[in-house]
Nanobody, 125 residues
Framework: QVQLVESGGGSVQTGGSLRLSCAAS????????MAWFRQAPGKEREGVAF????????DYADSVKGRFTISRDNAKNTLYLEMNGLKPEDTAMYYC??????????????????WGQGTQVTVSS
């Protein structure tokens, strides 16, 4: 069983930055594929960024490319999401997710078995 706890959310103005963290309590954290999802009110969950178990493969939603950076520190069992150039449309609850084996595309919520409780990000104009 994997427990994921997000932190670092908050309220910022347009153009601001935030760094989200996700602390994972899991044996062999380095074997888990990780990602960040978000969900805005009235909208479906959206895959934001993906990182492979070893950290060598990254991918991003088109809406955040060039602004967000996903990374992980396997020695600290922690996942990060650096968010720069924030826009009001980035306002959402952000979730840290993990799986050890899935054949589904990473941007599908059903690809991930483990979800954190989320951290709120609010961007004002």
């Amino acid at each position: 069983q994997v427990q994921l706890v997000e932190s670092g959310g908050g309220s910022v103005q347009t153009g601001g930055s935030l760094r989200l963290s996700c602390a994972a309590s899991a044996y062999f954290f380095s074997t888990y594929t990780m990602a960040w999802f978000r969900q805005a009110p009235g909208k479906e969950r959206e895959g934001v960024a993906f990182i492979s178990a070893g950290g060598g493969t990254l991918d991003y939603a088109d809406s955040v490319k060039g602004r967000f950076t996903i990374s992980r520190d396997n020695a600290k069992n922690t996942l990060y999401l650096e968010m720069n150039g924030l826009k009001p449309e980035d306002t959402a609850m952000y979730y840290c997710v993990a799986h050890r084996a899935s054949s589904r595309p990473w941007y599908l919520p059903e690809a991930f078995a483990y979800w954190g409780q989320g951290t709120q990000v609010t961007v004002s104009s």
